[in-house]
């Protein structure tokens, strides 16, 4: 089972920030906290990651809570093409990766 | 191109039958996955390659589920006697040591 809980759908505004939760209520100090997107009919897509510092890069900004039991995955400026289904994971050095259902985020125009 | 590629990209098949299905890698990826993905679920994990041996086969489902990656390369991922249960999407995917999956675009196997 996925040791992560997230909302199972969210709606953005297209333009404005989409903020998606994930909560990681068994996380471990050495896990990662993975954040990947699913377009439909895609493979995955990385997005990015990180172990206790926000993080961001190009595509998107990562926020964790200094008990690291959630995390917030920011699009600061949603597009159309950013409806997709988001999943974060926690990751360690195991590597097979223990997926939930994810969110699926609707961008509307 | 440079990233994963699997082919066929979709597979019919009639129950019963034996099926391959073949995944190249990004060029010098040492890791390689396999995964499988039915309508409105998440990934669920089957194998995980390290170079040449199965570092990780806890996810394969029963034993007419085998995989191989000879040369550290390319994997082929084979069902035996297929069932109907077993129609999804198959995912593959690659990585470096450590760090993120790039995942291809899947292999979508029907078995009617």
């Known amino acids: 089972d996925a040791k992560t809980t997230q909302p199972p759908s969210m709606d953005c505004a297209e333009g404005r920030a989409a903020n998606l939760p994930c909560n990681h209520s068994?996380?471990?100090?050495?896990?990662?906290v993975y954040w990947y997107r699913q377009i439909h009919s895609q493979g995955p897509q990385y997005i990015i990651h990180?172990?206790?510092?926000?993080e961001t890069n190009e595509m998107a900004s990562l926020i964790i809570t200094e008990d690291r039991k959630s995390s917030t995955l920011i699009l600061p400026h949603a597009t159309l093409r950013d409806t997709a289904v988001y999943y974060c994971?926690?990751?360690?050095?195991?590597?097979?990766?223990?997926w939930g259902l994810g969110t699926s985020l609707a961008v509307n125009p | 191109g440079a990233g994963v590629s699997q082919t066929p990209s979709n597979k019919v098949t009639e129950k019963g039958k034996y099926v391959e299905l073949r995944c190249d890698p990004i060029s010098g990826h040492t890791a390689l996955y396999w995964y499988r993905q039915s309508l409105g679920q998440g990934p669920e994990f089957l194998i995980y390659f390290q170079g040449t041996g199965a570092a990780d086969d806890s996810g394969l489902p029963n034993d007419r589920f085998f995989a191989v990656r000879p040369e550290g390369s390319v994997s082929t991922l084979k069902i035996q006697r297929t069932e109907r249960g077993d129609s999804a999407v198959y995912l593959c995917?690659?990585?470096?040591?450590?760090?993120?999956?790039?995942f291809g675009e899947g292999s979508r196997l029907t078995v009617l």
């Open positions: 068994t996380i471990s100090g050495n896990e990662y």
């Open positions: 995917a690659s990585s470096l040591t450590t760090g993120e999956l790039f």
């Open positions: 990180g172990l206790k510092n926000n």
């Open positions: 994971i926690d990751k360690g050095h195991n590597r097979k990766l223990i």
